[in-house]
């Protein structure tokens, strides 16, 4: 059964950072692409980066770029998401979701980030 | 920025009748879409991918249709499991992924 667990979500101040993790088990986690798919409070999906099978290439949202960084330890089976510079409109659910590819099979439950004073 | 455009925002429908679903691209989107599905408290379910393809272990009351810039989910014969917010994706044109602003189905 594929598995995808998020954590790290934690109550963060405006600037501060923070690293989100994803463990994965259940399939063979070194030959998928894997996303960050992040959810406001009562809003919708937004995609927030995409790291390829093997960590050579890694893609950002404009409203990411530059202040997160996805990254990846197949050895570990783990996902990462490293958040610098945050600002209160990044407070979300962030979900890890496997890429298919392209469309997201799995997703997780998701990892409760609040950017706030 | 491709841009997904779903409607109606809130549709009411009884159980045991059909539902259905738009979908709309900005520019075409070829058949990359999907659809999904998702209840509070969970992450989304992947239901339909290249637009009109099942995924694992979806029922069959499910339906995607479509291809360009128009799109349509079906829910043949609605169950009560089944009401719950539904989000269309493309993943013709990335970065980045978008997504529709999605649909709440609802019990009338």
């Known amino acids: 059964e594929v598995q995808l667990v998020e954590s790290g979500g934690v109550v963060v101040q405006p600037g501060g950072s923070l690293r989100l993790s994803c463990a994965a088990s259940?399939?063979?986690?070194?030959?998928?692409?894997m996303h960050w798919v992040r959810q406001a409070p009562g809003k919708g999906l937004e995609w927030v980066s995409l790291?390829?099978?093997?960590?050579?290439?890694?893609y950002y949202a404009d409203s990411v770029k530059g202040r997160f960084t996805i990254s990846r330890d197949n050895s570990k089976n783990s996902l990462y998401l490293q958040m610098n510079s945050l600002r209160p409109e990044d407070t979300a659910l962030y979900y890890c979701?496997?890429?298919?590819?392209?469309?997201?099979?799995?997703w997780g439950q998701g990892t409760l980030v609040t950017v706030s004073s | 920025e491709i841009v997904m455009t779903q409607s109606p925002a809130t549709l009411s429908v009884s159980p045991g009748e059909r539902a259905t679903l738009s979908c709309r691209a900005s520019?075409?989107?070829?058949?990359?879409l999907a659809w999904y599905q998702q209840k509070p408290g969970q992450g989304p379910r992947l239901l339909i991918y290249?637009?009109?393809t099942r995924a694992t272990g979806i029922p069959a009351r499910f339906s995607g249709s479509g291809s360009g810039t128009e799109f349509t989910l079906t829910i043949s014969s609605l169950q009560s499991e089944d009401f719950a917010f539904y989000y269309c994706?493309?993943?013709?044109?990335?970065?980045?992924?978008?997504f529709g602003q999605g649909t709440k189905l609802e019990i009338k």
């Open positions: 290249g637009a009109s």
């Open positions: 259940g399939f063979t986690f070194g030959d998928y692409a």
């Open positions: 520019q075409s989107v070829s058949s990359s």
């Open positions: 979701a496997k890429d298919r590819p392209n469309a997201y099979d799995y």
């Open positions: 790291i390829t099978w093997g960590g050579g290439s890694t």
């Open positions: 994706q493309q993943y013709n044109n990335w970065p980045p992924y978008t």
